[in-house]
């Protein structure tokens, strides 16, 4: 059955709710293709494969791996001590801290150790989600189960999420909750509780921000937005109703994320994010990357390619439907193609100077998300429209365009077998011919499909075929782009290194790697060697700032590296302890402790004074403190180094035992961090800032224990303001399917 809404455009059906074997039938649909298409990274020995290696393997799995014994342990994992000398773990957006299906896949694999087949799992699963999202927003549109079918299919599984986004797992974790979020939104243009479609559309915004990649919730926010307001007026509804609704979505998005957002937003105002050169923000593709569209083999651009048949229906649907159902789709993938080219457009320029958010980010290719839902969408509605049935106006132009992709594809090819014609150097010369044929027997094979659904009889085969065409098309374009056959957890190979260094020492330190590629600094934690470097794209200003001074000596005094791990010969200062293959693990012969006092005090006016100080070559962090605050107590005079002990260690709270026979600065090589709180003999005392990036704490004389806990604020409003918001709409929802009594 079917509830009819009328507009100023005439009457438009909406179906109700699918049968619940239909949605379980496409949902099986959708997992049966989620499962052929990554049956390598969950296939036995010897046909497993791995995620390439690259952000996946070196970012995402080892925080989701640190979070994971974090939650076990039973500590919400908000610091991480082992990389960049301490750091606002939850803070940092990417490590997608409190993101639902993060936590399920902690609970179910997490507790001794996560496998890396468990975040496989987690990145597998959310194709099938992708495509069942879509799937409900076109069968929203069209009421037609095939056309949502093809829709899903394209979106999961086309060029865009197959690509960078499985390697990049917070861009493809929030890439798929923009289908969603435009399901809410059209089911409060045109359910009969407006409401809960908008908390619905907030409800998966929320989700794509905890999710963990703000780009992809930057373009995902203002498409929604756009939706609703074109989608609204087409329909009729007046601008104070569409008001409403922005307000409620965003209201509901923000509120359900502020447990991400306010720690996020506090962490960013100390980074080094706070904004992009133009010419850094504006990368994207340059203009012949745009072949990629109907050859994926060109430069390896896979993430423009959508497939032969849905560029065929999408076509097919703006040449036969009429401009208010077409229109925005249309738009949206020419606003983001042409996005995706980045600064070498005028639209790239409008949107950096006046749209709050896109100085923020780079990679504007990314863009090419809201094509690949824009083309699957339009590919559903192109379906809908008639391709399987004999009169369809379509049909004729659409032909013509296939056999001409045919003769043109088949024409490419010869002239590059004769070799009359040549291909630039960015390109991959030995691919394309190979692709230039697969396009040719596409392009075929859509004209044949095109030709027989066209007949007077159409076939009952028809709609199988269909699938088992689109199937083919983006199988033989996007499979295995990710993965590889040797498993590159670098784990392996460092394991005796770690075992050696355990067995070196008893106190606290720290590993400088020689480069990432060496010891990728994020399995510190994986393997218990804490670093002074990081691999993801928020760092605290001040850290990043004494990093790219390149004086390694003073990094390593400052922040107790005790061991160097290198290929090439030892420096002055540094004994070779032990080789692991051709890597060599370098001793430090002269280095601080984790935690130390001093009794000589230098106060800085600025920042900038400090950093020089700490860069003075006669300066030693062991005999003087740089502050930037003059010291209540005092006098500080200089003598006899007071005697300091680490009692307690971990990754939110640290004890230490000093005794001073006169006033000191006790320092602690820990990054400063407005987060943490301090104690002395239980009595709360402040913490300064000491080196330009560390941390001190007043010692008076006498015998004291300090007590340091991160214990940030911005987590505690955050979650509050969370639970608030989702108290709120679980009692806008239960309150709008409560039966009003007369």
Same mark, same amino acid.
Request: charged share 15%; net charge positive; hydrophobic share 50%.
């Given at each position: 059955?079917?509830?009819?809404?009328?507009?100023?455009?005439?009457?438009?059906?909406?179906?109700?709710?699918?049968?619940?074997?239909?949605?379980?039938?496409?949902?099986?649909?959708?997992?049966?293709?989620?499962?052929?298409?990554?049956?390598?990274?969950?296939?036995?020995?010897?046909?497993?494969?791995?995620?390439?290696?690259?952000?996946?393997?070196?970012?995402?799995?080892?925080?989701?791996?640190?979070?994971?014994?974090?939650?076990?342990?039973?500590?919400?994992? *908000?610091?991480?001590?082992?990389?960049?000398?301490?750091?606002?773990? +939850?803070?940092?957006?990417?490590?997608?801290?409190?993101?639902?299906?993060?936590?399920?896949?902690?609970?179910?694999?997490?507790?001794?150790?996560?496998?890396?087949?468990?975040?496989?799992?987690?990145?597998?699963?959310?194709?099938?989600?992708?495509?069942?999202?879509?799937?409900?927003?076109?069968?929203?549109?069209?009421?037609?189960?095939?056309? +949502?079918?093809?829709?899903?299919?394209?979106?999961?599984?086309?060029?865009?999420?197959?690509?960078?986004?499985?390697?990049?797992?917070?861009?493809?974790?929030?890439?798929?909750? *923009?289908?969603?979020?435009?399901?809410?939104?059209?089911?409060?243009?045109?359910?009969?509780?407006?409401?809960?479609?908008?908390?619905?559309?907030?409800?998966?915004?929320?989700?794509?921000?905890?999710?963990?990649?703000?780009?992809?919730?930057?373009?995902?926010?203002?498409?929604?937005?756009?939706?609703?307001?074109?989608?609204?007026?087409?329909?009729?509804?007046?601008?104070?109703?569409?008001?409403?609704?922005?307000?409620?979505?965003?209201?509901? +998005?923000?509120?359900?994320?502020?447990?991400?957002?306010?720690?996020?937003?506090?962490?960013?105002?100390?980074?080094?994010?706070?904004?992009?050169?133009?010419?850094?923000?504006?990368?994207?593709?340059?203009?012949?990357?745009?072949?990629?569209?109907?050859?994926?083999?060109?430069?390896?651009?896979?993430?423009?390619?959508?497939?032969?048949?849905?560029?065929?229906?999408?076509?097919?649907?703006?040449?036969?439907?009429?401009?208010?159902?077409?229109?925005?789709?249309?738009?949206?993938?020419?606003?983001?193609?042409?996005?995706?080219?980045?600064?070498?457009?005028?639209?790239?320029?409008?949107?950096?100077?006046?749209?709050?958010?896109?100085?923020?980010?780079?990679?504007?290719?990314?863009?090419?998300?809201?094509?690949?839902?824009?083309?699957?969408?339009?590919?559903?509605?192109?379906?809908?429209?008639?391709?399987?049935?004999?009169?369809?106006?379509?049909?004729?132009?659409?032909?013509?365009?296939?056999?001409?992709?045919?003769?043109?594809?088949?024409?490419?090819?010869?002239?590059?077998?004769?070799?009359?014609?040549?291909?630039?150097?960015?390109?991959?010369?030995?691919?394309?011919?190979?692709?230039?044929?697969?396009?040719?027997?596409?392009?075929?094979?859509?004209?044949?499909?095109?030709?027989?659904?066209?007949?007077?009889?159409?076939?009952?085969?028809?709609?199988?075929?269909?699938?088992?065409?689109?199937?083919?098309?983006?199988?033989?374009?996007?499979?295995?782009?990710?993965?590889?056959?040797?498993?590159?957890?670098?784990?392996?190979?460092?394991?005796?290194?770690?075992?050696?260094?355990?067995?070196?020492?008893?106190?606290?330190?720290?590993?400088?790697?020689?480069?990432?590629?060496?010891?990728?600094?994020?399995?510190?934690?994986?393997?218990?060697?804490?670093?002074?470097?990081?691999?993801?794209?928020?760092?605290?200003?001040?850290?990043?700032?004494?990093?790219?001074?390149?004086?390694?000596?003073?990094?390593?005094?400052?922040?107790?590296?005790?061991?160097?791990?290198?290929?090439?010969?030892?420096?002055?200062?540094?004994?070779?302890?032990?080789?692991?293959?051709?890597?060599?693990?370098?001793?430090?012969?002269?280095?601080?402790?984790?935690?130390?006092?001093?009794?000589?005090?230098?106060?800085?006016?600025?920042?900038?004074?400090?950093?020089?100080?700490?860069?003075?070559?006669?300066?030693?962090?062991?005999?003087?403190?740089?502050?930037?605050?003059?010291?209540?107590?005092?006098?500080?005079?200089?003598?006899?180094?007071?005697?300091?002990?680490?009692?307690?260690?971990?990754?939110?709270?640290?004890?230490?035992?000093?005794?001073?026979?006169?006033?000191?600065?006790?320092?602690?090589?820990?990054?400063?961090?407005?987060?943490?709180?301090?104690?002395?003999?239980?009595?709360?005392?402040?913490?300064?800032?000491?080196?330009?990036?560390?941390?001190? *704490?007043?010692?008076?004389?006498?015998?004291?224990?300090?007590?340091?806990?991160?214990?940030?604020?911005?987590?505690?409003?955050?979650?509050?303001?969370?639970?608030?918001?989702?108290?709120?709409?679980?009692?806008?929802?239960?309150?709008?399917?409560?039966?009003?009594?007369?």
């Amino acid at each position: 059955m079917r509830s009819v809404t009328a507009t100023r455009h005439g009457p438009t059906a909406y179906p109700r709710s699918a049968p619940w074997r239909a949605v379980l039938g496409t949902v099986l649909f959708f997992g049966g293709l989620t499962a052929a298409f990554f049956w390598p990274l969950f296939a036995p020995p010897p046909w497993r494969q791995y995620m390439a290696a690259g952000d996946f393997i070196n970012q995402f799995y080892p925080f989701r791996a640190f979070a994971a014994a974090e939650w076990w342990a039973r500590r919400p994992p *908000l610091w991480n001590p082992y990389i960049f000398a301490g750091h606002p773990f +939850a803070a940092d957006i990417q490590t997608a801290v409190f993101y639902p299906p993060a936590w399920l896949t902690i609970l179910f694999f997490g507790r001794d150790g996560l496998p890396l087949t468990a975040l496989e799992l987690e990145m597998a699963a959310h194709y099938p989600l992708a495509a069942f999202f879509t799937y409900a927003l076109v069968q929203r549109l069209t009421g037609q189960r095939l056309a +949502a079918v093809v829709a899903g299919a394209v979106f999961a599984f086309g060029g865009f999420l197959t690509s960078y986004p499985a390697q990049q797992l917070p861009m493809l974790e929030s890439a798929v909750w *923009l289908p969603l979020a435009l399901y809410g939104l059209e089911r409060g243009l045109t359910g009969s509780r407006p409401p809960l479609g908008w908390i619905g559309a907030g409800g998966a915004l929320g989700l794509a921000i905890l999710a963990g990649h703000p780009q992809t919730v930057l373009l995902s926010a203002y498409t929604a937005a756009a939706y609703l307001l074109v989608r609204g007026r087409l329909l009729g509804h007046a601008w104070r109703h569409l008001g409403a609704g922005l307000l409620l979505t965003g209201t509901t +998005a923000l509120g359900l994320a502020a447990v991400q957002i306010v720690p996020t937003v506090e962490f960013f105002l100390l980074s080094t994010r706070q904004g992009l050169p133009y010419a850094v923000a504006g990368h994207g593709y340059d203009l012949k990357a745009l072949v990629g569209l109907i050859l994926p083999e060109w430069r390896g651009e896979r993430a423009l390619y959508v497939g032969v048949l849905p560029l065929l229906l999408a076509t097919g649907a703006l040449r036969t439907l009429p401009l208010a159902r077409t229109g925005f789709w249309g738009g949206l993938a020419l606003i983001a193609l042409v996005l995706s080219l980045g600064a070498t457009t005028p639209l790239f320029w409008l949107l950096y100077h006046a749209a709050p958010g896109f100085a923020l980010f780079r990679d504007q290719e990314r863009a090419m998300l809201l094509y690949n839902l824009a083309m699957a969408v339009l590919a559903g509605l192109g379906m809908a429209a008639g391709a399987s049935q004999p009169v369809w106006p379509a049909r004729p132009l659409l032909l013509r365009l296939a056999l001409s992709g045919l003769a043109l594809a088949l024409l490419a090819w010869g002239l590059l077998r004769t070799g009359l014609v040549g291909l630039p150097a960015d390109v991959q010369t030995d691919q394309i011919p190979g692709g230039l044929l697969r396009l040719a027997a596409l392009c075929l094979a859509a004209a044949l499909w095109l030709w027989w659904t066209g007949r007077a009889a159409a076939p009952r085969l028809a709609p199988a075929l269909l699938l088992g065409l689109l199937a083919l098309d983006l199988w033989t374009a996007h499979y295995g782009h990710n993965f590889q056959t040797a498993n590159p957890d670098p784990r392996p190979r460092l394991l005796a290194i770690a075992r050696f260094i355990h067995a070196d020492i008893q106190e606290p330190f720290r590993v400088r790697g020689e480069t990432d590629a060496l010891f990728p600094p994020n399995y510190a934690a994986l393997l218990n060697l804490p670093t002074i470097v990081g691999d993801t794209p928020l760092v605290l200003e001040r850290v990043q700032r004494l990093l790219d001074t390149k004086e390694e000596w003073r990094l390593w005094q400052l922040l107790n590296v005790k061991y160097a791990l290198a290929r090439k010969d030892p420096e002055p200062g540094l004994e070779v302890a032990f080789r692991q293959g051709d890597i060599r693990v370098m001793r430090m012969i002269y280095s601080l402790p984790r935690a130390w006092a001093v009794r000589r005090v230098e106060v800085a006016t600025s920042p900038t004074e400090a950093l020089a100080r700490v860069l003075r070559p006669d300066y030693h962090p062991g005999d003087i403190v740089v502050l930037e605050e003059p010291p209540t107590i005092g006098p500080i005079v200089p003598g006899d180094r007071p005697d300091v002990r680490i009692v307690y260690y971990s990754p939110r709270r640290i004890i230490v035992d000093a005794v001073a026979d006169a006033p000191a600065i006790l320092v602690l090589s820990e990054t400063y961090y407005p987060g943490w709180r301090a104690w002395r003999d239980d009595q709360p005392v402040p913490i300064l800032r000491a080196n330009f990036v560390t941390r001190a *704490l007043e010692l008076p004389p006498g015998r004291h224990r300090f007590t340091l806990v991160y214990d940030p604020w911005s987590v505690k409003v955050g979650a509050l303001l969370s639970g608030l918001t989702l108290a709120l709409a679980g009692g806008v929802v239960l309150a709008s399917r409560w039966p009003v009594r007369p």
